[in-house]
Structure formats: C-alpha cells, structure tokens
C-alpha cells in the first residue's frame, strides 16, 4: 500500500477535514516542497491544509521550533535567562524558573543534531517513508485513531501533554517512538489560529500498517457493533 491509498484510507474513514501529514527527518535532498522562512508551527498548519515545506536550520525562524527538532542546540547562560524571562513574564506559560526548568527537564530530549532537514508534506504528497504521521483532528476522531493504533496491543500510549507544539506534536514522538495526544501550547495555537477543536495526534510511522489493519475488525474504524441482549440499555 503506497503513501497516497493510506491516506484515502484514514481520510475516507475518519472523515478527515485535514491532510494527514508524513513528517520525515533526512539527509537526502528533497526535491518538492517550500524552502523559505517559516516557523514549524506555521509549516504544520500550511500543510494540513495542502502544502509541503522542506525545514531546516537556516529557514526555521522560531528558536524554540529549531531546538525542539534538532536544528540547534540546548542554551544556556544569557539566552537561557532571556527564555526564561519571556515565558515566565512574557509569554506566561509557565509560572517560575522552577517550573520552566520542570517542564524542560522532565521531557524528553530533542533530536539534536539528528537530521540536515525535516519534511512536512501531505501523506499522499511524500516522497520518502515518514518517521511518523501527525493529524489533525477533532476530538471524536482522535479517540477513534487511539483505539485504531492500540486495538492489536493493548499499550497505553505514554504521552507527554505539555510543552510546545512542536515538541508534544513532532519531537516527541520521534525521540520516545510513541504515539502522542496534545493540544499543543497556547502561544501557538492562538498564533496560528488553529480552530478551536483541532487535537494533534502523533503516530510513529512504524505503527501504521496495524493501525489501517485494524480498520475493518475494530468498531472505532468499519466494523459493525454486535450488542447482545443483555448488554442492551433503555
């Protein structure tokens, strides 16, 4: 099954209204997709709706975006109290330094270094395998891709919530190999003016073929509910 028919799968069935998107790190040249200033946040909501970027150190314009997907390393000294001071008093997500330092170290640690670059595109538009697929979706449509993704396990995901976007939505995922829920940070969403109900769900590449496969035997995919009687409720 090619890029493009898993994509007509999970739309079809899901009633996507955005593009499920391949999101792949690499050292290959790509040959489609936009190369110019952007911020990730930006890029994933551009190619939701359609577009495919081509990211890396010298076009991604947000230094916590470039951080949290490798293209720059950890700061420290006068950036770092800068940082602070923008999101304890400007940005006023996070309350104390104690609690800025909480979140940056309790999380899991960037892909620093990992890639030259990292492509944002369509699923059906990818030129190469994705390192995962991110939807954007409603909430009822992210329950049903969690019980798609865990039917033939079982495993709860182990997910990281908080943080930013582009940490909880695409590094996340890439570093732990676990399928993520988040509503991504408020900045962003606000920035970005991604729709109200909009959930990021985050699935490694390597869990997909189970998760279409279980399209057709699981109720949250095709599969018919079969209710004995005595499960029947008035």
Same mark, same amino acid.
């Given at each position: ?7 007509? %799968? ?10 499920? !998107?391949? %999101? ?38 947000? *230094? ?16 770092? +109290?800068?940082?602070?001071?923008? !999101? ?7 309350? /104390? !330094? ?12 960037? *892909? ?24 954007? =979706?409603?909430?009822? @449509?992210? =329950? +049903?891709? %969690? ?8 495993? $709860? ?8 976007? =582009? ?12 399928? $993520?829920? /988040? ?6 969403? $606000?920035?970005? @003016? ?13 869990? !997909? ?5 279980? %399209?057709?035997? =699981?109720?949250?995919? /095709?599969?018919?509910?079969?209710? *004995? ?6």
């Amino acid at each position: 099954m090619d890029f493009k028919q898993q994509s007509d %799968i999970l739309k079809k069935v899901l009633g996507l209204k955005k593009e499920p !998107l391949a %999101i792949s790190f690499t050292n290959e040249i790509v040959s489609s997709g936009k190369y110019e200033k952007t911020s990730i946040c930006r890029a994933l909501k551009l190619s939701a709706e359609g577009e495919c970027f081509i990211i890396d150190e010298d076009v991604s314009t947000c *230094p916590g975006g470039s951080r949290y997907c490798g293209f720059s390393g950890e700061i420290t000294g006068e950036k770092k +109290r800068r940082l602070q001071q923008f !999101l304890t008093k400007g940005e006023k997500l996070t309350h /104390s !330094l104690v609690s800025f330092e909480r979140m940056q170290k309790l999380s899991i640690t960037p *892909p620093t270094g990992m890639a030259d670059r990292m492509v944002m595109c369509p699923l059906e538009k990818s030129e190469i395998r994705p390192d995962m697929v991110l939807f954007l =979706c409603n909430g009822e @449509q992210a =329950c +049903r891709i %969690i019980a798609l993704d865990t039917y033939w396990d079982g495993l $709860n995901p182990k997910e990281q919530l908080i943080g930013a976007l =582009c940490h909880t939505a695409i590094s996340y995922t890439i570093m732990s190999g676990n399928t $993520n829920i /988040s509503m991504g940070d408020w900045t962003a969403r $606000n920035h970005q @003016q991604f729709e109200p109900d909009i959930i990021f769900v985050s699935v490694p590449y390597e869990r !997909l073929d189970n998760l279409i496969a279980a %399209i057709p035997e =699981c109720s949250a995919g /095709s599969a018919a509910v079969n209710m *004995p009687d005595e499960f029947q409720v008035d």
